[in-house]
């Protein structure tokens, strides 16, 4: 079984400062990790994926993701937040082996950037 | 455009009504997928095809919700009888394989009223 755990609801940060949103994740076997953005009343976009090559991904918009396999963790980060980076975000895991790409995602984290 | 179109965006229904929602994947995607995300809470899944095969339907939460893709491109997931618990958007995502990351639609929100 797969399971994704967002470690934060809610996250508020002030524009220009470091962004961080957790995410724990449970996989039987080796996992796929992807992190998607969703702005209101739209689909979700994919920010950045980890597929068993580097362990620090980087992706788009200036967001990176390390998967760290001994904490079963891939937590997304950004170095300084923008006003347009305020959205709902998603980690997903997706066991290509046991489960043919079928995707569990987390609740999600409601990103707020204070002017 | 070349993403994954759904329509309608936005279906008002009453209670005990049929709905047919449609999933136009990104031309050549092999894998689609449905998945119904409630108010403030992540996608979860419904179902997936492979082409015109539906490999796997064990998020579909009764007998009353029913997908299929005949031509191996469309897709449509109809329900019947709805209900009020059925009001969510329902999100279509096709993907080249089902190893690759899955692009999605907008949606389609439904409120049964």
């Known amino acids: 079984a797969q399971s994704v755990t967002q470690l934060d609801s809610h996250v508020s940060v002030s524009e220009g400062t470091p962004v961080l949103l957790r995410c724990n994740y449970s996989?039987?076997?080796?996992?796929?990790l992807f992190w998607y953005v969703q702005h209101p009343n739209k689909g979700l976009q994919l920010l950045l994926k980890?597929?068993?090559?580097?362990?620090l991904v980087k992706g788009i918009n200036g967001f990176e993701a390390e998967f760290k396999k001994s904490e079963t963790s891939f937590h997304l980060t950004k170095p300084s937040a923008h006003m347009s980076d305020a959205a709902e975000y998603f980690c997903?895991?997706?066991?290509?082996?046991?489960?043919?790409?079928?995707?569990?995602f987390g609740d999600g984290t409601t990103l707020t950037v204070k002017p | 455009g070349a993403g994954v179109s759904q329509s309608p965006r936005y279906k008002v229904a009453k209670r005990g009504q049929d709905v047919a929602l449609r999933c136009d994947p990104i031309s050549g995607h092999v894998s689609l997928f449905w998945y119904q995300q409630a108010l403030g809470q992540g996608p979860e899944f419904l179902t997936y095809?492979?082409?015109?095969?539906?490999?796997?339907k064990s998020g579909l939460p009764s007998d009353r919700f029913f997908a299929e893709r005949p031509e191996g491109s469309v897709s449509t997931l109809k329900i019947q009888r709805t209900q009020q618990e059925d009001s969510a958007v329902y999100l279509c995502a096709s993907s080249p394989s089902s190893h690759q990351p899955q692009h999605f639609g907008d949606g389609t929100r439904l409120s049964i009223l």
């Open positions: 997903v895991v997706s066991d290509m082996v046991a489960n043919a790409g079928k995707s569990t």
């Open positions: 980890y597929t068993s090559a580097a362990t």
């Open positions: 996989s039987s076997y080796s996992p796929s």
């Open positions: 095809f492979q082409n015109e095969a539906q490999l796997d």
